[in-house]
Structure formats: C-alpha cells, structure tokens
Nanobody
Framework: QLQLVESGGGLVQPGGSLRLSCVAS????????IGWFRQAPGKGREGVSC????????NYADSVNGRFTISRDNAKNTVYLQMNSLKPEDTAVYYC??????????????WGQGTQVTVSS
C-alpha cells in the first residue's frame, strides 16, 4: 500500500520552530518530487514548498521563504520541512504529497493524512 505519514506537528509559540517529517512506505521516494501543503481553518489548501527527487531544486511560497527549509534523505525514505520563526498565520494542517515525476511541476498522486501545527502564545 502506497502511504505517506507526516509527523512533528504540535503547539509552538510565535517565533518558535518545528520540524515536520514525511515518511513513505510501500514505495521508494527517490524517484519522486515531494511537496508540502497546508490548509488553515476556513481556507483552501495551499502549496508551501517542494523538492525535486534529487534535492537539487526546491521552491517555496512567498509567505514562508526564508523561514522554512525543505530537505530530503532518500536513504531514510523521508522528506523534512524545517519551520523557523513561526507565526500565528502558519497555523494549519500540513500535508505532504508525492508528485508523479521527479519534478515539482507535476501533479500530486499520493497524499498523507496531515499533521496539525498550531502557533499560539
């Protein structure tokens, strides 16, 4: 069964940090680009970041650029999202998704169940 499992979410104060993990099972990640997305209450899902299969290409939403860093460890079948300088507006459920190709401009094909991130004092 193809599956992605996110972890690492939680409650953090503004200015704090969290590292999210996205672990794949049922397939190896190393062929695929992986994206992180988020959905805040009452809002649509938005793209946060993406990393190509080799890790050589990354991109970020303007709202997180300079604060979040995406990385991957293909040997561990895991993609990470390091989130620093968190703001209340970062509060959302965060999802990872496998792309259909090594490149971030391809469609999403497998989604995780999400992990909640809450930024509040």
């Amino acid at each position: 069964q193809l599956q992605l499992v996110e972890s690492g979410g939680g409650l953090v104060q503004p200015g704090g940090s969290l590292r999210l993990s996205c672990v794949a099972s049922g397939f190896t990640l190393d062929y695929y680009a992986i994206g992180w997305f988020r959905q805040a209450p009452g809002k649509g899902r938005e793209g946060v970041s993406c990393i190509s299969s080799s890790g050589g290409t990354t991109n970020y939403a303007d709202s997180v650029n300079g604060r979040f860093t995406i990385s991957r460890d293909n040997a561990k079948n895991t993609v990470y999202l390091q989130m620093n300088s968190l703001k209340p507006e970062d509060t959302a459920v965060y999802y990872c998704a496998r792309k259909r190709s090594p490149w971030c401009n391809s469609l999403n094909s497998v989604w995780g169940q999400g992990t909640q991130v809450t930024v509040s004092s």
